[in-house]
């Protein structure tokens, strides 16, 4: 069935009659994403017995709105307390926290949920759009090319350690060392678990997450009276809407920054395996190498917060084109709305675009929607959510202590996990206090298994041969602009430190 | 007034059997109700792969009719990781052996597990499987755009050069299917083992492996995007859903056996000994689920495949867990890397 303007159109105002389902759903997704541990996946999970009585219809735009809005939901913690609900928000605490120690926690919410919301509903109307040549994308995207993508995710250590090379270097690398705990990918042969069945799986993301950011920030917090400084909280004494707007207004000026990371996102999402926490750290590394004022960036630069917000949730509307074009879902969530939507009787493969053309592209609608309504529901919030950092730390770190270790916990249900917590927050807290990047040992735990899992599987398909990383046209490029990416920087710093020798030889 | 009985040692050890006999007398009924009570709480099933594969489908399509004559509910626990390994380690290490705990795992590949490295923290006889749900044949399949159209190009092909196959783990029924085809007629295959079989569904799609094996029922379920070339079974029990793929042995003449994935629940040993009438009833109501329509209906609605759907009880399931472990001796260097 052709999709044309008028089918559309029509859709996306049967779509909107469903508003009584997706506002509360919103909602939910907001507390379900913001709670670390939970995603919108065990949610689905949690609440199957309803969902699997609901109207297939309205079964399918529930779980879609729950997505989209827990994606969103993720970044709030991460930009108040300095704790990403997922793994995906890992990369927004790197500017979005910052901006709450100065008092801009209100502007930061408001930015994030525009980069969100806009990068969101962008990528959802290209893949409606695009949807057959996005679905095309897994067919090239094999190993080697992933190993090239992953490492520009991981080369965001080197911009890191450009501040301090030795140190952010040792922090990568301690942070890859840790990522390849766990049982090998090949032969399921236990590394480094020191006898702990726990570790089997890999060293498990959330306690990493939470113990590298928000353990060791409660840590260090409670030293001090807010987590705000004096001046921010002069800044937010006399509350108003100004800072909402402003934080729009900011987000709108990045219109095309949120375009392109969201893009970015929309790209990665599709590939079947890659996810959100990848796509963060892809947009943030390529957000730094191409901006004007990459030295701003971890100082609450919005740029740093606007590109893994936006790439993030361009990753929502991605995972679900394998699902619905090939019957392959991209990622835990996709996989749990498979099962439910085959208890309906929903057959995926291209047919269901002939068969069902209101359940396929009612998938995207629904995704449309939910953006649209997060806008008007959610960013009036931002005035209100922003308070949160004003309480004493005295309350503030008990809590945020409390909260992430039960965090810990909810995934896997095991005691060791809010252990492992504890213990990434004191090597989260040893390493402020010794000024090596937390965030650097974050990427190398979150990145390093899956380059690793990348790099086996090539190795083993070339049975051993190391020259198969250049064994494809497609992998060549990405190699060439890899290293172009690495090296801009440099380049650009040249031609600025040039042309500010020139001006001053001038005057 | 005063009363005083001083019995005699006799009279006493006689008073007190009576007692312990009345008691035991009036104590037995309670006793046995308690036992008909069971379960008085939800089971506990650890499943070892995550949420949203086949297991998970077959799981909850069974245990929805289950729990009508269990008259319990059923609370599912995933624990994925080291191929199937962690979920084990788990049930045995950390769950009581009471009879309120189960496993559903997936008998072929998981045993095979044990045949390449044995499990370091319990026996492989301190668990048994009482109840097999199905018999799910492994099948050779590529992705609809490949240039492969048949097995013979696929062997031909791999007579010149090592084709990659992707596996949802090195020892897998499936693999062991593909191992004996290549030593049989000559064709080099290098198995790639890429988690899961969604990713190794995606992995044969995709063209990130030259050709895929897997569980014929998942294969089944993607049809529209995959062509299946083989079946490592006595029939194609699937026919036109797995696109009347031959089997191995009409086709090659060969006499591999069933090369079957089964996806069972098992028990703790000891909860077996322990509590027999417990285990009494859990198998008597595992074998009534079979005959239960609205188990058909289940299946049919979860997009499985009524033809796999195979009832088996504790000596059923040792037959298989013997013959899986036998075979996969035999390949044990290849599934573990060390040839």
Redesign the interface.
């Known amino acids: 069935m052709e999709a044309d303007l008028g089918f559309l159109i029509g859709l996306f105002g049967h779509t909107l009659t469903f508003w009584w389902v997706i506002i509360p759903t919103i909602f939910l997704g907001l507390v379900v994403g913001a709670i670390p541990g939970f995603s919108a996946?065990n949610t689905i999970?949690i609440l199957l017995p309803l969902t699997l009585a609901m109207d297939v219809e309205v079964g399918l735009i529930f779980m879609v709105s729950l997505y989209c809005s827990s994606r969103m939901g993720a970044g709030i913690p991460a930009i108040l307390v300095n704790i990403p609900g997922t793994a995906g928000a890992a990369a927004t605490p790197l500017d979005g926290y910052p901006m709450t120690k100065q008092g801009r926690s209100q502007q930061a919410l408001s930015m994030s949920f525009v980069a969100s919301a806009f990068g969101g509903l962008l990528t959802t109307i290209l893949a409606i759009i695009a949807m057959p040549v996005l679905a095309e994308v897994?067919?090239y995207?094999?190993?080697v090319e992933m190993i090239v993508v992953m490492l520009f995710g991981i080369s965001l250590i080197a911009s890191i350690a450009a501040r301090d090379m030795l140190k952010g270097l040792i922090a990568g690398f301690l942070g890859l060392m840790i990522g390849s705990i766990?049982?090998d990918?090949?032969?399921?042969?236990?590394r480094g678990t020191m006898g702990f069945?726990e570790l089997?799986?890999?060293v498990p993301l959330i306690p990493a997450l939470v113990g590298l950011f928000a353990v060791s920030e409660a840590f260090i917090i409670i030293e001090k009276k807010s987590i705000v400084t004096d001046e921010g909280r002069e800044i937010m004494a006399a509350p108003s809407w100004a800072a909402t707007f402003e934080g729009a207004a900011i987000a709108f000026r990045h219109w095309w920054h949120i375009t392109w990371n969201s893009i970015i996102g929309l790209i990665i999402g599709v590939i079947?395996?890659a996810g959100a926490s990848i796509a963060s750290f892809v947009a943030y590394q390529q957000s730094r190498t191409y901006s004007k004022t990459p030295h701003l960036y971890g100082t609450g630069h919005p740029e740093g917060l606007i590109a893994p917000e936006s790439a993030n949730n361009g990753v929502t509307s991605g995972t679900l084109i394998?699902l619905l074009i090939?019957?392959?879902?991209g990622g835990?969530t996709a996989?749990?709305m498979?099962?439910v939507l085959?208890?309906h009787?929903v057959?995926?493969?291209?047919?269901l675009f002939f068969d069902q053309p209101e359940l396929a592209y009612g998938v995207f609608t629904a995704m449309a929607i939910t953006y649209l309504l997060m806008i008007f529901t959610i960013l009036p919030l931002s005035r209100y959510m922003s308070r949160v950092t004003l309480v004493s730390t005295t309350y503030m770190a008990p809590m945020i202590i409390a909260f992430t270790l039960v965090g810990s916990f909810v995934s896997?249900?095991y005691m060791f996990d809010m252990y492992l917590g504890l213990v990434f927050g004191v090597i989260g807290y040893i390493a402020r206090r010794t000024n090596y990047h937390v965030a650097a040992i974050l990427i190398g735990v979150i990145l390093g298994p899956l380059l690793e899992?990348y790099f086996l599987?090539a190795l083993?398909?070339s049975?051993g041969d190391l020259m198969v990383l250049f064994s494809s046209s497609l992998g060549n490029i990405l190699w060439l602009v890899l290293i172009a990416s690495l090296l801009m920087p440099m380049v650009l710093g040249f031609r600025r430190r040039r042309a500010v020798a020139n001006t001053q030889a001038g005057t | 007034m005063t009363f005083s009985w001083k019995p005699t040692r006799r009279e006493f050890l006689g008073g007190t059997a009576a007692v312990a006999g009345a008691a035991a007398v009036g104590v037995a009924p309670f006793a046995s109700a308690f036992g008909a009570s069971y379960p008085d709480r939800n089971l506990k099933v650890i499943i070892p792969t995550?949420?949203?594969?086949g297991a998970?489908?077959n799981f909850?399509a069974f245990s929805g009719i289950w729990k009508k004559y269990l008259k319990t509910k059923f609370e599912p626990?995933f624990?994925?990781?080291?191929?199937g390994?962690?979920g084990y380690?788990?049930y045995m290490?950390k769950n009581e052996p009471d009879a309120y705990s189960l496993i559903f795992g997936n008998m072929g590949p998981e045993l095979l597990?044990w045949v390449?490295?044995e499990p370091e923290s319990f026996k492989v006889s301190d668990y048994l499987y009482f109840g097999r749900v199905d018999t799910d044949p492994g099948c050779v399949f590529v992705g609809r755009?490949s240039k492969f159209t048949s097995i013979d190009q696929i062997v031909a092909e791999a007579k010149k050069r090592?084709l990659?196959v992707g596996t949802s783990?090195?020892a897998h029924p499936a693999s062991i299917g593909i191992l004996y085809l290549g030593e049989k007629t000559g064709a080099k295959f290098?198995l790639?083992?890429?988690?899961g079989g969604?990713?190794t569904?995606?992995g044969a799609?995709?063209?990130?492996?030259d050709l895929s094996v897997l569980t014929s029922g998942t294969v089944a379920?993607?049809r529209?995007?995959v062509r299946t070339l083989l079946v490592f079974d006595d029939k194609n029990k699937l026919g036109e859903r797995l696109d009347n793929a031959p089997t191995i042995n009409d086709h090659f003449g060969t006499d591999l056996p069933p090369m079957l994935s089964s996806r069972a629940f098992g028990i703790h040993k000891a909860a077996v000994d322990k509590y027999p009438d417990r285990f009494a009833v859990l198998q008597a109501t595992f074998k009534k689920v079979f005959t239960d329509p609205d188990f058909k209906a289940a299946v049919k609605?979860?997009?499985g495949n009524w033809e796999y759907i195979n009832y088996g009880g504790v000596e059923e399931c040792a037959a298989y867990s013997k013959s899986i472990m036998k075979i996969g001796a035999r390949y044990k260097s290849l599934l573990?890397?060390k040839s």
């Open positions: 996946a999970i897994g067919y995207m094999h190993s766990g049982t990918v090949v032969y399921a042969t236990p069945l089997y799986d890999g079947p395996g394998p090939l019957g392959i879902p835990a996989a749990i498979l099962i085959q208890y009787g057959n995926f493969g291209p047919s896997r249900e899992t599987r083993k398909k049975e | 995550r949420e949203g594969g998970d489908r909850r626990r624990y994925p990781g080291a191929s390994r962690v380690e788990v290490g597990n390449v490295k755009k090592t990659t783990r090195m290098n790639i083992p890429l988690s969604k990713n569904v995606a799609v995709t063209g990130e492996v379920a993607k529209k995007s609605k979860a997009k573990s890397g």
